[in-house]
């Protein structure tokens, strides 16, 4: 059922809390979306928790928040980073001298995309926690060059950048058939696990799995393994181990975008649970941790005070110096990433690094 009254256009600004003039392009079919212009059925943005689920719209119940914020010490999961205001902050971190994960990755791509085209030949795109999509365009070039492109699925948890970046490449691949997905990596594994009889790649760029632990990312791993079917394949940006003073300054940036991107997580806390975090009363440290070879970011609380989360029912002292674990994000040994890979049947076929092997990304394929 297609429905298009102007009382829609204010339930589609609530749920997805998108600008009001960009919800007048779209029109609402069941709890999918479907732009108003041309090529509307090549567009499609889908919440996961509908299509996986066939219910309604499952709203963020927040146990996650209540397990980090009463446990010792204290923790947050990463996700909760990624409102409007953290996915622009994050498009700034990317723009910043210091962070040379993002440049890099881009450089590798454009120098290596069409070999990827050539080693996977048409293929559906998957991207998990795609953002704005920026460096995908790299690939998705050189599967159009190569006559290759059969469809692109983004997924992200962050609604409002994963709808911007859809209309954008929609207008620049016209010819592209586009089916965003709204949803957490968990979500978009449990749809994904239908088996299809397209050829897949699964992609996650950005070394985002180096915000898993190890146990997360074995877990995470094995997924992948069981989604893809024999011969699918898997491509995984690293980010590499390095000296901590070039790592501690990608996180530590001289003009503060990253502290504002930590913080900003707690005025994301405050929209959705309605909480009263003050943010003059944290501040950001991002260190790194050697035994660990993980940077850890944290909120470090400056005074001792309540806050409450209300749509959590849920009161948190915080004492003067005690910290919220915001972040980890693990840094890889290239080997080590590979056999680990091998070891969930995710065979590599190829890796590929810059000069000064900063970074990696490491295709493989689902042993046939
Ligand atoms: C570090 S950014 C990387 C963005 C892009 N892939 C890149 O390489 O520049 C992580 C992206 O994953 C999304 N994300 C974070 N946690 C997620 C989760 N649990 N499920 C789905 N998406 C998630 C964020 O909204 C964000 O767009």
């Not at 791509?109 to 460096?135: H, N, R």
């Not at 209300?310 to 915080?318: A, E, G, I, R």
């Not at 994000?329 to 190829?350: A, C, I, V």
């Amino acid at each position: 059922m297609i429905i298009a009254a102007s009382i829609q256009a204010v339930k589609v600004d609530f749920i997805l809390g998108i600008d009001r003039e960009q919800s007048k392009n779209w029109r609402i079919i069941g709890e999918s979306m479907q732009l108003k212009q041309s090529n509307q059925e090549l567009l499609q943005i889908e919440y996961l928790a509908t299509v996986a689920t066939g219910q309604n719209l499952v709203k963020d119940d927040g146990k996650d928040v209540i397990e980090g914020l009463t446990k010792t010490p204290k923790s947050l999961p990463s996700k909760y980073f990624y409102d409007r205001q953290g996915s622009q902050l994050f498009e700034e971190i990317c723009q910043l001298p210091e962070y040379y994960p993002t440049r890099t990755e881009t450089a590798i791509l454009q120098e290596y995309a069409p070999e990827i085209v050539a080693y996977t030949g048409a293929c559906e795109l998957i991207e998990l926690g795609s953002g704005s999509s920026t460096k995908t365009r790299l690939l998705l070039d050189a599967y159009y060059q190569q006559q290759k492109s059969s469809k692109y699925v983004p997924i992200d948890v962050s609604e409002t950048i994963l709808q911007a970046s859809a209309i954008e490449l929609q207008k620049e691949y016209p010819n592209l058939p586009i089916q965003g997905l709204i949803g957490t990596y968990e979500q978009a594994l449990a749809y994904y696990r239908n088996a299809s009889d397209n050829t897949r790649m699964i992609f996650f760029l950005g070394s985002s799995i180096g915000n898993f632990s190890a146990a997360e990312c074995d877990k995470f791993l094995e997924e992948i393994a069981t989604v893809l079917k024999a011969g699918d394949y898997f491509l995984l940006g690293i980010d590499l181990q390095k000296p901590a003073a070039i790592l501690e300054a990608a996180y530590n940036d001289a003009q503060g975008v990253t502290a504002a991107f930590n913080l900003n997580m707690l005025s994301h806390l405050n929209w959705r649970f309605q909480a009263d975090f003050n943010l003059d009363l944290f501040s950001h440290q991002a260190i790194y941790n050697q035994d660990q070879s993980q940077i850890e970011m944290y909120l470090i609380c400056q005074k001792t005070h309540p806050v409450h989360l209300k749509k959590l029912d849920l009161t948190v002292n915080f004492q003067a110096s005690e910290s919220i674990l915001t972040e980890i994000s693990r840094k890889f040994n290239l080997e080590t990433m590979e056999k680990d890979l091998e070891s969930q049947g995710l065979k590599p076929l190829k890796v590929f690094t810059d000069p000064e092997n900063l970074f990696g990304l490491i295709l493989c394929q689902l042993s046939l």
